[in-house]
């Protein structure tokens, strides 16, 4: 892809500690046509590819906890989406949406050269995974979708106005730019300021996503984050939309549901939940129940490490099985 280069990024190295292990972990940078987008990665470099996708408004950061406790000779790969954490703001007059958020799950594969690989996505980032695996099946082997539904629905009569929201909203953003200015926080005010806006977080997790959340200016720290993320999506899909695309996913679904998750924070309306698990079950989704809260895999991520992990490991059982097979017939 014209534009779209893979930059080594071992400057830095650094080790994030957990109850049982270290893992080094290195930064992952790579050239788009408004910036970059920037991430982190662990593991070999030709180890099982896996791509991590966090939810709206965190970073990879969400992940560190995670991928110590996971196989160390896979390669994981998690970014930060455009407008979060590290990565580049879109540029002047853009919206944010989910189909923009695909498209850079494209570009990031194809800069990684991965023809086939897994992917674990959080909230949003398991609603673009959802998106992504139905656009391009033969790309992903296996799915994990941590506490949402891999899509998200909009019910149809209701479209219209929020096209006309998110679209005042960016023309009223752009008038106050000339006026609008950044805020600095002290470093616990900060952390006070995320906690408060995610009540999710523990501590020690605000702490982590707050690496890539802000950076140090003089008399404190100030917020990376694009505010246009805030904005009305303007680009939505119906329920009708969304299981069609589902019924267009070949790899194998895992989703895991905790129980004072999104379910209990956010109330699917409509019915949609229902009907898109329902969606899942006829395509052979294991659906798992945990408990935690929407954040599990961050703050506790010990409840999560050993589902995904077999899961995981057993599509490599079966494909092994499958390809000896296969291998015993020609004969």
Same mark, same amino acid.
């Given at each position: 892809? &014209?534009? +779209?280069?893979?930059?080594?990024?071992?400057?830095?190295?650094?080790?994030?500690? #957990?109850?049982?292990?270290?893992?080094a972990v290195s930064e992952f940078q790579m050239t788009v046509p408004w910036g970059e987008v920037r991430g982190q990665v662990w593991g070999p470099a030709?180890?099982?590819?896996?791509?991590?996708?966090?939810?709206?408004?965190?970073?990879?950061?969400?992940?560190?906890?995670?991928?110590?406790?996971?196989?160390?000779?896979?390669?994981?790969?998690?970014?930060?989406?455009?407008?979060?954490?590290?990565?580049?703001?879109?540029?002047?007059?853009?919206?944010?949406?989910?189909?923009?958020?695909?498209?850079?799950?494209?570009?990031?594969?194809?800069?990684?050269?991965?023809?086939?690989?897994?992917? +674990?996505?959080?909230?949003?980032?398991? /609603?673009?995974?959802?998106?992504?695996?139905?656009?391009?099946?033969?790309?992903?082997?296996?799915?994990?979708?941590?506490?949402?539904?891999?899509?998200?629905? #909009?019910?149809? /009569?209701?479209?219209?106005?929020?096209?006309?929201?998110?679209?005042?909203?960016?023309?009223?953003?752009?008038?106050?730019?000339?006026?609008? #200015?950044?805020?600095?926080?002290?470093?616990? /005010?900060?952390?006070?300021?995320?906690?408060?806006? /995610?009540?999710?977080?523990?501590?020690?997790?605000?702490?982590?996503?707050?690496?890539?959340?802000?950076?140090?200016?003089?008399?404190?720290?100030?917020?990376?984050r694009d505010f246009r993320i805030n904005l009305r999506n303007i680009a939505m899909v119906t329920l009708e939309q969304s299981l069609y695309m589902q019924?267009?996913?070949?790899?194998?679904?895992?989703?895991?549901?905790?129980? &004072?998750?999104?379910?209990? &924070?956010?109330?699917?309306?409509?019915?949609?939940?229902?009907?898109?698990?329902?969606?899942?079950?006829?395509?052979?989704?294991?659906?798992?129940?945990?408990?935690?809260?929407h954040h599990v895999h961050l703050n506790n991520p010990e409840m999560v490490a050993p589902i995904i992990t077999d899961f995981l490991q057993s599509h490599?059982?079966?494909?092994?099985?499958?390809?000896?097979?296969?291998?015993?017939?020609?004969?």
């Amino acid at each position: 892809m &014209q534009g +779209i280069r893979l930059i080594p990024a071992f400057k830095g190295l650094r080790h994030f500690a #957990t109850t049982t292990m270290r893992r080094a972990v290195s930064e992952f940078q790579m050239t788009v046509p408004w910036g970059e987008v920037r991430g982190q990665v662990w593991g070999p470099a030709h180890g099982r590819p896996v791509l991590c996708l966090h939810g709206w408004a965190d970073n990879s950061g969400t992940f560190n906890r995670l991928i110590p406790l996971l196989p160390n000779d896979w390669r994981f790969v998690a970014i930060d989406f455009a407008g979060h954490g590290l990565s580049s703001h879109r540029a002047a007059g853009c919206f944010y949406l989910f189909t923009l958020y695909v498209a850079d799950v494209r570009r990031v594969v194809e800069a990684l050269q991965w023809k086939r690989f897994s992917i +674990i996505g959080h909230s949003m980032g398991g /609603n673009v995974a959802g998106m992504f695996s139905a656009l391009y099946p033969e790309m992903v082997e296996s799915l994990v979708i941590l506490d949402s539904y891999g899509f998200l629905p #909009t019910k149809m /009569n209701s479209i219209m106005d929020y096209m006309q929201q998110g679209i005042d909203q960016i023309v009223q953003y752009e008038k106050e730019s000339d006026e609008r #200015t950044e805020k600095v926080y002290t470093y616990e /005010n900060a952390k006070q300021r995320l906690m408060a806006a /995610n009540r999710f977080l523990t501590e020690e997790s605000a702490d982590i996503l707050l690496e890539r959340a802000v950076r140090e200016v003089e008399g404190g720290v100030v917020f990376n984050r694009d505010f246009r993320i805030n904005l009305r999506n303007i680009a939505m899909v119906t329920l009708e939309q969304s299981l069609y695309m589902q019924s267009k996913i070949q790899a194998r679904v895992m989703l895991l549901k905790a129980s &004072q998750g999104f379910d209990k &924070q956010f109330p699917f309306h409509y019915g949609y939940a229902d009907a898109l698990q329902k969606g899942w079950l006829e395509q052979k989704a294991t659906i798992v129940d945990i408990e935690g809260d929407h954040h599990v895999h961050l703050n506790n991520p010990e409840m999560v490490a050993p589902i995904i992990t077999d899961f995981l490991q057993s599509h490599s059982t079966d494909q092994a099985k499958s390809d000896s097979e296969g291998q015993t017939a020609k004969l």
